[in-house]
């Protein structure tokens, strides 16, 4: 490449044409001791930068170094101010000035006659590029009964005509032969060749100069165009065709494909995370755009580290989401605000550098509220940003979870396919986001095993963490990277609901869908009988959409139903439509009104057969106390289950005796239990996580663990200390006294 630094300006584009008098000193050369030299010269702070010390009236000018006179530049003639020259392959001679763009080989005329000249042409060189009547170094391809194909790079092959061999030798593939141009026509990728007698010549390497074209400029009308991209490896594909590089650049994210073999992975020295310069055609491919690979290198050095930080730059502004405010007033969601975004953030960003993203969420209707709220906006962001039309089920995955913790069982299914995922496909490790789940110190175990592999975390919840390490931090959030929380700001305030905070966070991430969601945090908000404030304020979008309290209960009733029953699955298909996300109110109301006499007529039984079963007696201190052996007298593996069945029985007494009567209803098996408290509890400051604490102090051989909210929960225990557990509570409950 006979692209230099001017030998005139040595690089800088700028020489010296005069002086003039040095505007710091006025031509004196030096300046008073006091002088503010901050105010005149960035870098000098005091006067030892300069070697003088305090105590001399004067000092040499910093500036003109005591001359008097400063040297004044123009522009150099030679490069025109671009630093670089073009000079001749062979001799070295001066063409003029260099910028990016344009030919980096030139042979002067007195070197083209003294010399025979023989061009190697890299892979970025393509058919255009290719002059009539110039000799090339090539590499037999393939011998035919008619020619031999000759090829000049990985992609430029043209036909010398048997007539044209010199016959003078064996021709055998592989072998480097040189060429004459007959012919070239790049419109059909042709090139006619003649062997060239040639024994003494020049070889002049041709480097052609492409501009990087951001991934985000990628049009149909670059089609069959060769462009330069740098980017970073994302996904590694080895279908039984090409090899397929998933690439970001920050601007945008494209496949680039390379052949080796069917079957075979080219380039195997590229994987993902590494920083890359491709070279290629623009194409097409299932009607999205990817590039052919002509050449792919791994940058290094200074030149990755830039790359990076630029790609780095640009995800951080695509991913910054836009303040949208909320759907409500609430001076909780404010104080939240930062950290809404932030979570906004992170998710948006996974989505702009093409991560996999995995949804866990609570398996009740704030639970899947939540993670329909957060898919809804998800999920159409991947399929307008991936070139796969099929990204959104590779790229995303909702699963919710049983138990009201990120349990082992779930994270380490999670690390097995994330892991599986990785190794047979090259994804990136999934950014996790976790809802109306994993916000307590239950979670902690699941998250150490996460950041052992460096996923990142983010929490949407609003169960108490429990543990503080001071007043806005709990213990959890040293094991995630953002935690949404109404508990950080106002502690007790779980009425503010997971699905209601997921909503709020759905309409950063993509406000485009906010009409779609925005009745959702009613439904949520009645699944988990929230009586904040905001929620009062959540029904009025919910009637905007055709929903009275009435359905919005039918609702909640019908997806605890189902969910029941769906386990482990997302109830994709079907959730959508008793969420009414799909927006057709006459087909959501035909399959609630379908299921919810089902339901309904389920609980009543239920209820009628465990009734006479309940021991319920009002302690000293006027609480109403329920109790009742699920593992006795209860249906198994049948809805509703013991957590559903407690609530059942708790909303009967709260209906025959009042919502405000302190009412605790504590429904157990062989080693769990379910309490449920009415608002009638709140002068006896009642708190089950208080309890809990209690019990795990009172009885440590017992095994105590769990909590929730205040007013609901469950607790764990070893099956041998149930007598000790459940007397334990009994006697908690007993010591509460009105007003205490």
Same mark, same amino acid.
């Given at each position: 490449?006979?692209?230099?630094?001017?030998?005139?300006?040595?690089?800088?584009?700028?020489?010296?044409v005069?002086?003039?008098?040095?505007?710091?000193?006025?031509?004196?050369?030096?300046?008073?001791?006091?002088?503010?030299?901050?105010?005149?010269?960035?870098?000098?702070?005091?006067?030892?930068?300069?070697?003088?010390?305090?105590e001399v009236?004067?000092?040499?000018?910093?500036?003109?170094?005591?001359?008097?006179?400063?040297?004044?530049?123009?522009?150099?003639?030679?490069? +025109?101010?671009?630093?670089?020259?073009?000079?001749?392959?062979?001799?070295?001679?001066?063409?003029?000035?260099?910028?990016?763009?344009?030919?980096?080989?030139?042979?002067?005329?007195?070197?083209?006659?003294?010399?025979k000249?023989?061009?190697?042409?890299?892979?970025?060189?393509?058919?255009e590029?290719?002059?009539?009547?110039?000799?090339?170094?090539?590499?037999?391809?393939?011998?035919?009964?008619f020619?031999?194909?000759?090829?000049?790079?990985?992609?430029?092959?043209?036909?010398?005509?048997?007539?044209?061999?010199?016959?003078?030798?064996?021709?055998?593939?592989g072998?480097?032969?040189?060429?004459?141009?007959?012919?070239?026509?790049?419109?059909?990728?042709?090139?006619?060749?003649?062997?060239?007698?040639?024994?003494?010549?020049?070889?002049?390497?041709? =480097?052609?100069?492409?501009?990087?074209?951001?991934?985000?400029?990628?049009r149909?009308?670059?089609?069959?165009?060769?462009?330069k991209?740098?980017?970073?490896?994302?996904?590694?594909?080895?279908?039984?065709?090409?090899?397929?590089?998933?690439?970001?650049? +920050?601007?945008?994210?494209?496949?680039?494909?390379?052949?080796?073999?069917?079957?075979?992975?080219?380039y195997?020295?590229?994987?993902?995370?590494?920083?890359? %310069?491709?070279?290629?055609?623009?194409?097409? $491919?299932?009607?999205?755009?990817?590039? %052919?690979?002509?050449?792919?290198?791994?940058?290094w050095?200074?030149?990755?580290?830039?790359?990076?930080?630029?790609?780095?730059?640009?995800?951080?502004?695509?991913?910054?989401?836009?303040?949208?405010?909320f759907?409500?007033?609430?001076?909780?969601?404010?104080?939240?605000?930062?950290?809404?975004?932030?979570?906004?953030?992170?998710?948006?960003?996974?989505?702009?550098?093409?991560?996999?993203?995995?949804?866990?969420?609570?398996?009740?209707?704030?639970?899947?509220?939540?993670?329909?709220?957060? %898919?809804?906006?998800?999920?159409p962001?991947?399929?307008?940003?991936?070139?796969?039309p099929?990204?959104?089920?590779?790229?995303?995955?909702?699963?919710?979870?049983?138990?009201?913790?990120? @349990?082992?069982?779930?994270?380490?299914?999670?690390?097995?396919?994330?892991?599986?995922?990785?190794?047979?496909?090259?994804?990136?490790?999934?950014?996790?986001?976790?809802?109306?789940?994993?916000?307590?110190?239950?979670?902690?175990?699941?998250?150490?095993?996460?950041?052992a592999?460096?996923?990142?975390?983010?929490?949407?919840? $609003?169960?108490?963490?429990?543990?503080?390490?001071?007043?806005?931090?709990?213990?959890?959030?040293?094991?995630?990277?953002?935690?949404?929380?109404?508990?950080?700001?106002?502690? +007790?305030?779980?009425?503010?609901?997971?699905?209601?905070?997921?909503?709020?966070?759905?309409?950063?991430?993509?406000?485009?869908?906010?009409?779609?969601?925005?009745?959702?945090?009613?439904?949520?908000?009645?699944?988990?009988?929230?009586?904040?404030p905001?929620?009062?304020q959540?029904?009025?979008?919910?009637?905007?959409?055709?929903?009275?309290?009435?359905?919005?209960?039918?609702?909640? @009733?019908?997806?605890d139903h189902?969910?029941?029953?769906w386990?482990f699955?997302?109830?994709? +298909?079907?959730?959508?439509?008793?969420?009414?996300?799909?927006?057709?109110?006459?087909?959501?109301?035909?399959?609630?009104?379908?299921?919810?006499?089902?339901?309904?007529? =389920?609980?009543?039984?239920?209820?009628?057969?465990?009734?006479?079963?309940?021991?319920s007696?009002?302690?000293p201190?006027?609480?109403?106390?329920?109790?009742?052996?699920?593992?006795?007298?209860?249906?198994k593996?049948?809805y509703?289950?013991?957590?559903?069945?407690?609530?059942?029985? $708790?909303? $009967?007494?709260?209906?025959?005796?009042? %919502?405000?009567?302190?009412?605790?209803?504590?429904a157990?098996?062989?080693?769990?239990?379910?309490?449920?408290?009415?608002?009638?509890?709140?002068?006896?400051?009642f708190?089950?996580?208080?309890?809990?604490k209690?019990?795990?102090?009172?009885?440590?051989?017992?095994?105590?663990?769990?909590?929730?909210?205040?007013?609901?929960?469950?607790?764990?225990?070893?099956?041998?200390?149930?007598?000790?557990?459940?007397?334990?509570?009994?006697?908690?409950?007993? =010591?509460?006294?009105?007003?205490?």
């Amino acid at each position: 490449m006979a692209v230099r630094d001017c030998p005139e300006c040595h690089g800088t584009g700028k020489v010296k044409v005069g002086e003039k008098e040095c505007p710091v000193c006025g031509g004196w050369g030096y300046v008073p001791a006091e002088f503010n030299l901050s105010e005149h010269l960035k870098g000098y702070r005091n006067l030892q930068n300069i070697g003088v010390d305090e105590e001399v009236d004067e000092i040499p000018c910093p500036e003109c170094h005591g001359k008097g006179v400063v040297p004044v530049y123009d522009t150099c003639p030679t490069c +025109g101010g671009t630093g670089k020259v073009l000079v001749c392959d062979i001799c070295g001679r001066v063409k003029g000035p260099w910028e990016p763009g344009m030919e980096t080989t030139w042979v002067c005329p007195e070197c083209e006659r003294k010399f025979k000249v023989v061009y190697v042409l890299d892979n970025a060189c393509d058919y255009e590029d290719v002059e009539i009547g110039s000799y090339y170094k090539g590499v037999i391809d393939r011998v035919e009964r008619f020619g031999v194909f000759v090829r000049l790079n990985k992609h430029v092959l043209g036909l010398i005509k048997k007539k044209d061999l010199l016959g003078k030798r064996q021709y055998v593939p592989g072998q480097e032969i040189i060429v004459q141009v007959l012919d070239v026509r790049p419109d059909k990728r042709e090139i006619d060749f003649l062997e060239a007698p040639l024994t003494k010549y020049r070889e002049v390497q041709v =480097k052609k100069e492409l501009p990087v074209t951001p991934i985000g400029e990628l049009r149909e009308e670059l089609a069959g165009k060769t462009v330069k991209i740098r980017g970073k490896v994302t996904q590694v594909q080895v279908t039984g065709g090409p090899t397929v590089f998933t690439l970001t650049d +920050g601007t945008g994210i494209t496949w680039a494909a390379a052949f080796e073999a069917p079957g075979v992975r080219a380039y195997p020295n590229i994987n993902v995370g590494d920083i890359v %310069e491709v070279i290629g055609k623009v194409s097409f $491919h299932a009607g999205k755009i990817q590039v %052919e690979i002509i050449d792919m290198y791994r940058l290094w050095g200074p030149e990755a580290a830039e790359v990076k930080k630029k790609i780095e730059e640009e995800l951080d502004r695509k991913a910054k989401p836009e303040d949208v405010g909320f759907l409500v007033k609430s001076e909780v969601l404010e104080a939240l605000k930062p950290r809404i975004m932030q979570a906004a953030f992170m998710i948006r960003r996974a989505i702009f550098e093409g991560r996999p993203i995995i949804l866990r969420h609570h398996a009740d209707t704030d639970g899947y509220t939540a993670g329909v709220a957060l %898919e809804t906006a998800i999920v159409p962001l991947i399929e307008k940003v991936a070139p796969d039309p099929d990204a959104r089920w590779h790229l995303f995955k909702r699963r919710p979870s049983r138990a009201p913790f990120y @349990e082992l069982e779930d994270v380490l299914k999670d690390i097995i396919f994330m892991m599986e995922d990785h190794m047979r496909f090259g994804d990136e490790l999934p950014l996790i986001v976790i809802v109306d789940n994993g916000g307590t110190s239950e979670d902690i175990p699941a998250y150490k095993r996460l950041k052992a592999y460096g996923v990142k975390i983010v929490v949407i919840d $609003h169960h108490d963490p429990r543990d503080w390490v001071s007043e806005d931090k709990a213990a959890v959030d040293e094991y995630v990277d953002v935690h949404v929380n109404p508990h950080h700001v106002k502690r +007790g305030y779980y009425e503010l609901t997971a699905g209601m905070l997921a909503t709020e966070v759905a309409r950063f991430i993509n406000p485009e869908v906010e009409d779609r969601i925005k009745h959702l945090p009613a439904i949520a908000g009645t699944g988990d009988r929230s009586k904040a404030p905001e929620f009062y304020q959540y029904l009025e979008y919910a009637k905007e959409k055709g929903l009275t309290e009435e359905d919005l209960k039918k609702i909640a @009733e019908v997806i605890d139903h189902e969910a029941f029953y769906w386990k482990f699955m997302d109830g994709r +298909g079907i959730i959508e439509e008793i969420l009414l996300i799909t927006g057709n109110l006459q087909r959501h109301r035909m399959l609630v009104e379908s299921i919810y006499p089902e339901v309904k007529a =389920k609980q009543e039984k239920v209820l009628k057969a465990v009734l006479p079963h309940v021991k319920s007696v009002v302690l000293p201190n006027g609480i109403r106390f329920n109790t009742i052996d699920v593992e006795m007298y209860a249906p198994k593996f049948e809805y509703p289950s013991p957590g559903k069945l407690s609530g059942i029985i $708790h909303d $009967h007494f709260k209906e025959k005796y009042g %919502e405000d009567s302190p009412i605790v209803t504590l429904a157990y098996g062989p080693d769990f239990a379910v309490v449920r408290a009415s608002d009638g509890m709140a002068k006896y400051n009642f708190d089950l996580n208080r309890i809990v604490k209690v019990l795990e102090e009172k009885l440590p051989d017992a095994g105590v663990e769990g909590g929730g909210h205040s007013y609901a929960g469950s607790i764990k225990f070893f099956e041998g200390k149930r007598k000790e557990v459940l007397e334990a509570f009994a006697k908690e409950i007993l =010591k509460l006294k009105a007003g205490a």
